[in-house]
């Protein structure tokens, strides 16, 4: 006989020893993810290439991804352990033998048969067999297991949501993006510390940036005798101090030798005073602004989130502007028409509250042509911006609600606690550039790490790549 135990009912029991009788069975049906065999390596440490390397995997004898063998062990032993006895069961012996291989979008039929009793020890032997979607054994096998000999009915624990992400997964395909278009000759303004350094020179072995370092060459150098970096064939513009380097390297970008700004070890006024100078900086006619582009665990795509980092209360066309410098990222990113969500606490236009009033102000901007190139919405709340979840239990219809690839903050207090919060309660990466000047700047924190920064410098040359066409 099957067992007709629902998994999705809310308790789970067993069969115990003297209930059960020899013919009897149970049954499960999984169909193989990658998440699955990511879950297993995870959980293993079995990171074999044939099960997690899809280049390897290609060129090995199955010419695709399997599964590894003991993923269907381990169903066996949830039919044993959940169903056929259940709860109580001890397992004493399994034997398999591998047939065949599963891949990704195989349905497995995992079955046990109770072929023998042993009633002086409460042990059962059971058949075990792993069929395909083809309906052929896959897997083999013989369980020994004592059974349990009183009846167990508890109630079905609810397991934690499993969150599979790889990290900076997101930002790896820009970079690998990135990696096509030629280096990008950039300025580092100051790099006089080891951390500054050292992700200049990432950069240059990432294949994304041809460097000018514009600083006190002693220090430069002192730096990297002490942090072993080989500066050998790189430009060195000597300068006395950092506000010097400031002015020098946007000097450099007026010349053309210079096509895009990463800040080195000095204080994010000092490059943006040089860079906002009305005389000798690189203002054009739109406002700068910082755009995260975050790479979130939970979430299925890149997310922009600006402006966290330059315009403290933007007004309404400082506003136009931060919504449009993110839409043009967004397209150089490979994103056609972004979803553009203007957040606020609300869903409603409240004139109490201006945030609303000027998300409504910058949809009918987007109307009307002032804003081009993106789907615009708001307000909205972060939630309904993108959770598909709380825009079902708010009745939002809206083509941007719930898949937003761009957050717009009311002002930067809330757009920098966004980011951050994400980062460090929600595992995200964050990388960033400045835009709205005349050439795209890497800004980048102190706390960033070098990932972070690679990631910075491969937005920044995909960005440059798509004003040059």
Not at 39 to 55: I, T, W
Not at 339 to 363: D, F, H, N, W, Y
């Amino acid at each position: 006989m099957s067992s007709d135990l629902n998994p999705s009912m809310g308790f789970i029991e067993n069969r115990p020893f003297d209930d059960i009788a020899v013919g009897d069975s149970a049954e499960l049906v999984r169909t193989l993810t990658a998440q699955d065999i990511d879950a297993f390596a995870v959980v293993s440490g079995d990171v074999n290439p044939a099960h997690v390397d899809a280049e390897f995997a290609q060129e090995e004898v199955f010419h695709k991804v399997i599964a590894h063998g003991m993923w269907g062990g381990a169903l066996i032993s949830t039919v044993l352990g959940t169903q056929l006895p259940g709860p109580g069961t001890i397992y004493l012996d399994q034997s398999l033998k591998f047939l065949k291989p599963v891949g990704i979008g195989d349905t497995v039929t995992v079955r046990v048969t109770v072929t023998e009793k042993h009633a002086e020890k409460k042990r059962l032997t059971l058949d075990c067999v792993c069929t395909n979607g083809d309906g052929k054994p896959v897997i083999t096998g013989q369980a020994v297991v004592l059974a349990p000999t009183e009846k167990i009915r508890r109630p079905r624990v609810v397991m934690p949501d499993l969150v599979m992400h790889r990290r900076g997964a997101n930002h790896d395909r820009l970079l690998e993006a990135a990696r096509k278009h030629p280096a990008l000759p950039t300025a580092v303004v100051h790099p006089c510390d080891a951390t500054s350094l050292t992700a200049a020179l990432d950069t240059v072995s990432q294949g994304l940036i041809a460097p000018l370092l514009v600083g006190p060459e002693p220090r430069i150098r002192a730096v990297a005798e002490a942090e072993g970096l080989d500066l050998s064939g790189l430009d060195i513009i000597d300068t006395p101090h950092s506000h010097a380097s400031a002015e020098q390297a946007v000097a450099l970008v007026r010349e053309g030798r210079a096509k895009a700004l990463m800040k080195g070890a000095l204080h994010t006024d000092e490059i943006m005073s040089a860079v906002v100078s009305k005389a000798t900086g690189l203002r054009s006619e739109r406002r700068m602004s910082h755009v995260y582009v975050m790479d979130v665990p939970t979430y299925p795509k890149p997310l922009l989130i600006t402006d966290a980092a330059i315009n403290i209360a933007p007004d309404l066309q400082t506003k136009a502007d931060i919504v449009q410098n993110a839409i043009d990222l967004a397209h150089a990113l490979g994103i056609d028409m972004p979803k553009v969500a203007l957040l606020s606490a609300v869903e409603t236009i409240t004139p109490r509250m201006q945030s609303t009033v000027e998300a409504g102000a910058l949809c009918k901007m987007a109307d009307r042509g002032q804003i081009k190139g993106g789907v615009l919405d708001g307000p909205l709340a972060f939630d309904n911006a993108i959770s598909m979840r709380a825009v079902a239990s708010k009745g939002i219809t809206s083509p941007v609600a719930g898949q937003a690839d761009i957050l717009v903050a009311p002002d930067l207090e809330a757009g920098n606690m966004i980011a951050k919060q994400l980062m460090y309660l929600a595992g995200a990466e964050g990388a960033g550039i400045v835009l709205g000047a005349q050439v795209p700047i890497i800004l980048t924190s102190r706390a960033d790490d070098r990932r972070t920064r690679v990631a910075s410098a491969a937005i920044a040359s995909l960005f440059s790549g798509a004003l040059a066409r």
